[in-house]
């Protein structure tokens, strides 16, 4: 087993050693499906650990040999992200447990987000009402892509927020999927495309977010359109296929 712990949280390694035994009974499941969330408590604190599914073969080569794990790059992305004054839990370790000499299993682990909103619940209910929040996240999209920050899983489920003395705040979550490099303007519009389903929220948050990086609103909506259509028509085709199949199955 490989465990490594972040310096400031020694006083955990001894449970940390434990983790990968008793995680299927660890504290509560708060999400499970791929992957699986578990949140628990310790010593009065509360984490999070977010278990990944064993990877098919070659990846588990590849993983083991060639890459670093879904859980190396949580953690690693989680620092990255923090120094860059960023928000995203406080990473606490990674663990990977081998089998055959390969990757088996992962584990990353990390403190809970104090922030109780997510920004799934914009995906009914329009505008009205809620401008000042969208127009908060559209200024933290520019202040993520301005540092070169290229989350390639933005979507709503992943990104919490609450206000805190007055300002609205935001924290990043599944960062196993990130690349940090200089974006150009239709790489950061195509960024929205899965952020959210209704399309008056993406054409409102685009167009604020154009007017405060001193772009064309109107021509970064219809570019970002592009690309929220596109990704949106794979999911309904991938549905509709899955639909099929279960009524032939049926």
């Known amino acids: ?17 434990q983790l990968p035994l008793a995680f299927p009974t660890l504290g509560e499941c708060i999400y499970k499906a791929r992957n699986e969330l578990r949140q628990f408590s310790y010593e009065g604190q509360n984490y999070v650990v977010k278990g990944y599914k064993v990877p098919i073969f070659i990846n588990r080569i590849a993983y083991t040999f060639f890459r670093p794990s879904k859980a190396e790059r949580a953690y690693k992305y989680a620092l990255r992200l923090r120094a860059m004054g960023i928000e995203t839990p406080a990473p606490i370790a990674y663990i990977e447990v081998k089998r055959g000499g390969l990757l088996w299993h992962s584990y990353f682990v990390s403190e809970t987000c104090p922030y109780t909103r997510m920004m799934r619940e914009f995906d009914g209910g329009g505008v009205a009402g809620r401008e000042d929040i969208l127009k908060a996240f559209a200024a933290f999209t520019v202040e993520l892509h301005e540092k070169g920050v290229q989350h390639l899983d933005y979507s709503a489920g992943n990104i919490l927020f609450d206000k805190q003395d007055g300002q609205i705040r935001f924290s990043l979550l599944d960062l196993n999927r990130m690349r940090f490099h200089a974006m150009t303007p239709k790489m950061c519009l195509a960024n929205f495309s899965r952020f959210c389903h209704d399309e008056a929220i993406v054409r409102y948050v685009v167009a604020e977010y154009a ?14 359109l592009v690309a929220y259509r596109e990704f949106w028509s794979r999911i309904e085709r991938k549905e509709e296929l899955k639909r099929r199949h279960k009524s032939l199955a049926s």
């Open 211 to 224: 007017r405060l990086r001193g772009w064309d609103p109107q021509r970064s909506v219809d570019e970002a």
């Open 1 to 17: 087993m490989k465990l490594v712990l972040n310096p400031a949280y020694r006083r955990l390694e001894k449970f940390m050693q």
